[in-house]
């Protein structure tokens, strides 16, 4: 019973060699930790930082709401919500069946005694000027999801950009030239020359729409077009405090849509507004005991009182 003698790790025998001795060097730091999106974050800022575009105006500060910017990132959320954009775009063809090709309906020549093979169409999927085996047909490709869950995919898309540091809010995005290179001056006074950009705003300048478009790595697109492929789809994210602004309070509002609650709510308020109009209609300085609430409730006391004798 002799034990085989021990090797240590680090020490090899005389007759290997190692080629390549940079897999026992430390791995490379990761950009964006995993932490940074599997986990919801507790250190979101009450406020973003508003950047002035043309560099003449002050820097100011624009409100984050923390429900968005702290949620944890699911990619399964994420692909979800871009197969249900994309299937909703995704056009449908079709091809023509027999019955729809122009042709006659008679068989094109006996069944034997020809020679040839056996047909009995002119129109069928072999021949020339016949249709298409097994072709496509018109379909529905949309999926359908919830709506909170699109709201989520949404907000999960603003949080990565966040944490990735590539969410950047300006105060206008306004040219004062339509000269592209007057505006890649400016893109690249922030650090926006060598990225893809998604320029979203509500509506362009003139100036600054002829200047972008010549741009190859940005691509400007206005609020209501914007979604969550489209962002997922660039490296950094660029918008003006206007839109950053509704766009926290749409996305909020929808995820957090009660039908209940909003029903509730809309009584609550015709039920205050019918309160308000009956108090604006007394005339105080009236009088008459009709409109008086006490002379009313005196009035049925005697009256339930005749009843009871």
């Not at 940079?22 to 974050?41: C, G, H, K, M």
Request: proline share 4%.
């Amino acid at each position: 019973n002799v034990s085989a003698p021990s090797t240590s790790i680090t020490t090899l025998p005389s007759n290997l060699v190692i080629s390549d001795t940079s897999i026992f060097q430390s791995l490379p730091e990761v950009r964006f930790p995993a932490d940074n999106y599997l986990f919801p974050t507790l250190d979101v800022p009450e406020n973003i930082r508003v950047l002035s575009f043309n560099g003449k105006g002050v820097g100011s500060v624009a409100p984050m709401e923390r429900r968005i910017f702290e949620v944890a990132i699911r990619k399964d959320i994420v692909h979800d919500v871009i197969r249900y954009i994309r299937h909703k775009k995704r056009q449908p063809k079709k091809t023509k069946r027999m019955s729809e090709i122009a042709g006659s309906n008679k068989k094109p020549r006996p069944q034997k005694g020809t020679g040839s093979s056996q047909v009995g169409h002119r129109r069928n999927s072999a021949w020339r000027k016949g249709q298409k085996a097994h072709g496509p047909v018109l379909r529905d490709y949309s999926i359908s999801i919830n709506r909170k869950v699109r709201a989520l995919g949404m907000m999960m898309a603003l949080a990565a950009k966040f944490r990735e540091g590539n969410l950047y809010v300006f105060d206008e995005l306004k040219c004062e030239t339509l000269k592209t290179k007057d505006l890649m001056s400016l893109l690249k006074s922030h650090g926006l020359d060598n990225d893809t950009l998604l320029v979203v705003d509500e509506e362009f300048d003139s100036n600054f729409l002829k200047a972008i478009s010549n741009v190859v790595k940005a691509v400007p697109l206005q609020r209501k077009y914007m979604t969550v492929y489209e962002i997922v789809k660039k490296d950094k994210l660029v918008m003006t405090s206007a839109v950053f602004a509704d766009l926290q309070r749409r996305v909020l509002a929808q995820y957090t849509k009660s039908s209940k609650r909003n029903n509730w709510m809309r009584a609550l308020q015709t039920l205050n507004e019918a309160n308000e109009f009956v108090v604006a209609n007394i005339d105080e300085d009236d009088d008459d005991d009709s409109c008086d609430g006490y002379a009313l409730e005196d009035a049925l006391e005697e009256e339930e009182e005749e009843e009871q004798k």
